[in-house]
């Protein structure tokens, strides 16, 4: 059974294609695929793009063109949720587009069609991001760590918000999560492209899980120190992080 690894980030994907065993490369709807075997699971590796509509592309490549029978997303995210640091993980539980508003013919971020406004994740996939999360963060040194973090990284599961939008200051960041709580929908963290795999992979019936490194807390300094974040930090979790979940995974 095939397993795609959909990453945000070309560093996060660099360490994992040269992991694999037999890899090969193949273009195709203007991305390239990395196609081999790791830890014991035929794998694809292929970058989402940036936004919505490229990641829901690239998921229904992966599945139409190489057969894939479950995804997992390793990206970043800006925190949102109490607690949530620069340096944590966040395991999504579900997802919603916090830009989906069909209203007054639906109800505000409810997918029209689909009479609902979350997308739960896949349970065992996900028990299995987790714990390689939680193995993670409790081993991670300081290499691994953000300069300016002020605790020791930690490993979360909840709710996270998707949608086309980049939030990059402190008025955007909180009014997004003053709308969303008051609606219920306690977001840890927000992004732009997991809820578009999501819902790919609920119309095609294939499991989904996914992480975020949490970059930023979705403000004013989201934008500090980013290439320095990725490369000394989100790209070595997504790659300890994903060898521990195969690892863990049931193989097929």
Known sequence: MTIAILSALPQEQQGLVHAMSGAQATAHAGRMFWRGHLLGHEVVCALSGIGKVAAATTATALIERFG?????????????????????????????????????????????GYGRTRLACDAQ?????????????????????AA??????????????????????????????????????????????????????????????????ISDRADDSAHVDFAEFVRTVASRYALRIMQDFLARLPQA
Do not use: K, N
């Not at 299995?128 to 040194?141: F, I, K, N, R, T």
């Not at 998707?162 to 008051?182: E, M, N, P, Y």
């Open 125 to 145: 996939m996900t028990a299995a991001l987790l714990a390689a999360s939680q193995a993670c963060v409790a081993d991670a040194g300081d290499e691994l760590r």
């Open 148 to 213: 300016h973090a002020t605790s020791a990284p930690r490993a979360h599961q909840g709710l996270i918000a998707s949608g086309d939008q980049f939030v990059g200051t402190a008025s955007a960041s909180q009014a997004l999560d003053s709308g969303l709580r008051g609606a219920g929908h306690a977001v840890l963290a927000v992004e732009m492209e997991g809820a578009a795999v999501a819902q790919a992979c609920l119309d095609y019936g294939v499991p989904f899980a996914a992480m975020r490194t």
């Open 68 to 112: 894939v029978r479950r995804i997992a997303f390793t990206g970043v995210a800006g925190g949102l949720g109490e607690g949530v640091r620069v340096g944590d993980v966040v395991v999504a539980s579900e997802y919603l587009q916090h830009d989906m508003d069909a209203s007054p013919l639906f109800a505000r971020w409810e997918m029209p």
